[in-house]
């Protein structure tokens, strides 16, 4: 592999592990095509990849192993916290991003997400013991872990057939659970990465997590 790229995880527990794996490539020209970037995008393996075509804009372009996306949540929150922008620009527009200790926040509306499947389960250790389905449909499986205090156990499954089977932390899919309750959430998902959510006015959602640098050793053995 000759195209270089930044490794992060996304929507870190609190004590700095878990997350979902994001690779960045800063120098978007690299890859200067959609079919270049898809190529590098199934190479690299990860849940997502971004290409960042403006630093200083904010201009990033989203592709999975087999799709490119206009929105996803875990790649724009990791682009906010790595450019150090307040402003992130999307083919769905505008997409605002904070700072807040240490959580990087980013706004979005429910219509920028992709469709997924919300699938809920009378208890946590419900969703812990599901089985991966088979390819079809995006499914977003989820339970209360105390529903007075708005936590939440997830797993995705993508059901792409790409190779990823389980995605570790789903910014897209908690943005459409937190719409469909209308409240802010505290998502415990995969292994233990941790998404807030907080719904503001006029229908826009805030996305928000932790993420850190993983190094490329360290990105393999997560992965496997």
């Not at 200083?56 to 490119?68: A, F, M, Q």
């Not at 989820?142 to 057939?161: K, L, N, Q, S």
């Amino acid at each position: 592999m000759t195209t270089a790229h930044e490794v992060l995880a996304v929507f870190c527990s609190g004590d700095g592990r878990y997350g979902n794996l994001l690779g960045v490539v800063r120098d978007g020209a690299a890859c200067p095509d959609e079919a270049s970037r898809q190529a590098l995008a199934k190479e690299l393996g990860y849940s997502e990849t971004v290409f960042v075509d403006d630093p200083e804009r904010g201009t990033v372009d989203i592709y999975t192993p087999s799709v490119r996306l206009p929105f996803a949540g875990h790649p724009l929150v990791g682009a906010a916290w790595l450019l150090d922008v307040e402003v992130l620009d999307l083919p769905v527009g505008e997409v605002w991003a904070r700072g807040d200790g240490e959580f990087t926040w980013i706004e979005a509306r429910t219509e920028w997400a992709p469709p997924r499947t919300l699938r809920q389960y009378g208890s946590a250790a419900e969703v812990d013991a599901l089985e991966v389905p088979p390819p079809g449909e995006w499914v977003y499986a989820w339970a209360w872990e105390e529903e007075a205090a708005g936590r939440v156990r997830a797993r995705g499954f993508p059901g792409r057939g790409d190779g990823i089977e389980e995605d570790e932390a789903t910014g897209a899919a908690a943005l459409l659970l937190t719409a469909a309750l209308g409240r802010a959430l505290n998502i415990t998902q995969g292994r233990g990465s941790q998404i807030m959510t907080a719904p503001g006015p006029d229908g826009v959602i805030e996305l928000g997590g932790r993420v850190r640098r993983v190094a490329p050793s360290d990105a393999r053995r997560v992965r496997r």
